[in-house]
């Protein structure tokens, strides 16, 4: 999908900066992201690329400059139910099993249409894993039942900080299929990675952060 340059962003960061003790770690940092695009986050660690995902969720706040969602002053609630976010920690309930978790996930999040949840275990390779404990799983596993929540909920952009860490090349190959989908069908995705998106829908923009 080509999105008109005249048409209003999914999101926007006007002249973004964030400091750490009086440290900058990156900007002025100016990007926008459209419904059916695809950005890659790319930088060295300590570039600040989780920083980034932060602020955009709202867990951080940066010292300059301007977010916008759809036009307006972002703010989380504007953008509830249209966001989701998958970082370093998962939050999964360890007793509970991935069939309990996505359920408890959809209840909080709303439900994709036309969406089961046993298909996206099943689409994720997790069949046959619906109701075991989620802490007996390996961490690939409990990777591939977060990734599994994205099939279950209607977010128009996904925040994806290092998706592939810990996934075998299938599940590489997986996050890969799942972004295709998804930036096809006019969502957006915007993704930290260190390489290992391949991504055959058009080249996706790249935000380079520098140490």
Request: net charge negative.
């Amino acid at each position: 999908m080509n999105p008109s340059p005249s048409a209003t962003p999914l999101l926007e960061a006007r002249a973004l900066r964030f400091h750490r003790q009086d440290e900058p770690v990156f900007g002025p940092l100016d990007f926008r992201l459209d419904a059916g695009e695809l950005t890659l986050i790319e930088g060295d660690n300590g570039s600040g690329k989780t920083t980034l995902m932060r602020i955009l969720t709202g867990l951080l706040h940066p010292e300059e400059g301007e977010l916008y969602w759809r036009g307006e002053p972002l703010t989380w609630e504007r953008c509830n139910g249209e966001v989701v976010f998958l970082g370093h920690q998962l939050g999964l309930k360890a007793e509970l099993s991935p069939r309990e978790n996505l359920a408890f996930s959809i209840g909080l999040h709303g439900h994709r249409e036309h969406s089961h949840i046993d298909d996206a275990l099943a689409r994720v390779g997790l069949a046959g894993y619906e109701h075991e404990p989620v802490r007996k799983l390996s961490a690939g596993q409990k990777k591939r039942v977060a990734l599994a929540r994205l099939l279950l909920i209607p977010a128009v952009l996904w925040l994806l900080d290092e998706p592939y860490a810990n996934l075998d090349r299938t599940g590489i190959e997986l996050v890969n299929g799942l972004l295709e989908a998804h930036v096809a069908h006019g969502g957006a995705a915007l993704v930290t990675s260190h390489g290992a998106v391949q991504f055959h829908g058009g080249e996706p923009q790249r935000i380079r952060l520098h140490d």
